[in-house]
């Protein structure tokens, strides 16, 4: 029975990694929900994110770019990811004088996971499994130039009757550089422990993203356009190259692309977004190649 369990958890994981769109084979690390990114301003641009600041989803990609924003702001996404994999996200971030304070959550669900003691036609049952991350968001800035960030997250994850949990860090910084318009990031995400589900040990995945996000002399000034690039290493992955662009035709239109490099089931991405008001909708396109499907991933946010 504990091998069966064994087996199914392994499985799971194995799906939800392939969902994140991770090196085959490199499956090593749990708790797959971290690495599937919430938002899709940050998805059509290929999440070369972690230079971008002052976006509502700042928390789920660099906390550091949460220290530019100045008003209240809320951010709720829904993923029909592959494989029937459903994430949403949600996040909410409140400036203050000497530190702005955000919270944030995702949840992850896989239904109808099909359960056997041996090969049958007939499955004894179903069953579902989930991954839950809630966690807090600081961010400060310091001088003109620098800001800090940091993530304080807990972390469930549950397949079966089997489950684990635990806590992670995030470190983030944002740097103006001296050329105008241009933004520097970097972050180590995923820092911590977790406990062992069904014997086995369960190990984060560790991530260090370092990358540039310019701002683009055209367009209007209240509607910017955008370039971005990042350097992704993953434990137990290869490193991999993001970039991004977003144009904005017109200021309540924005239309966005971007590449991801490395990656054996996915690369291209796209998406736009419309503002009107206080708020903002957008709209991701990613295909994924080996018959994995494709993923539409709806954001919703909200400023004051």
Do not use: C
Request: charged share 15%; glycine share 10%.
């Amino acid at each position: 029975m504990m091998r069966f369990k064994t087996e199914i958890a392994a499985m799971v994981l194995l799906l939800m990694l392939a969902g994140a769109a991770v090196v085959r084979g490199q499956w090593e690390s749990g708790f797959a929900v971290l690495q599937i990114g919430a938002g899709a301003r940050a998805s059509a641009m290929g999440e070369a994110f972690t230079a971008v600041p002052g976006d509502a989803a700042a928390s789920f990609w660099n906390p550091a770019g949460a220290a530019a924003v100045t008003s209240f702001q809320a951010h709720l996404a829904h993923n029909e990811w592959i494989q029937d994999v459903s994430h949403d996200a949600a996040a909410v971030l409140f400036p203050a004088r000497l530190l702005n304070f955000g919270l944030h959550a995702v949840v992850v669900t896989v239904p109808g996971i099909e359960q056997r003691l041996y090969p049958t036609e007939d499955p004894l049952s179903t069953f579902s499994a989930h991954d839950v991350v809630i966690g807090a968001t600081l961010a400060r800035r310091l001088g003109e130039n620098l800001a800090l960030g940091l993530n304080l997250r807990y972390l469930n994850e549950k397949i079966y009757t089997e489950s684990a949990s635990g806590f992670s860090l995030d470190l983030g910084a944002h740097y103006r550089t001296p050329l105008p318009g241009m933004t520097a990031g970097v972050v180590v995400q995923h820092l911590g422990a977790t406990r062992d589900m069904a014997e086995e040990e369960v190990t984060l995945p560790r991530t260090l993203r370092a990358g540039f996000a310019y701002t683009l002399p055209f367009g209007m000034e209240e509607a910017p356009w955008l370039v971005s690039a990042e350097y992704v290493s993953t434990r137990h992955q290869t490193g991999h190259l993001h970039v991004g662009a977003e144009i904005r035709p017109l200021e309540m239109l924005a239309l966005r692309a971007g590449y991801q490099t490395g990656y054996e089931s996915r690369d291209f991405s796209a998406g736009f977004g419309l503002h009107a008001g206080r708020f903002w909708i957008d709209y991701a396109f990613v295909p994924f190649q080996e018959e994995l499907g494709r993923a539409h991933r709806f954001s919703l946010s909200i400023g004051s």
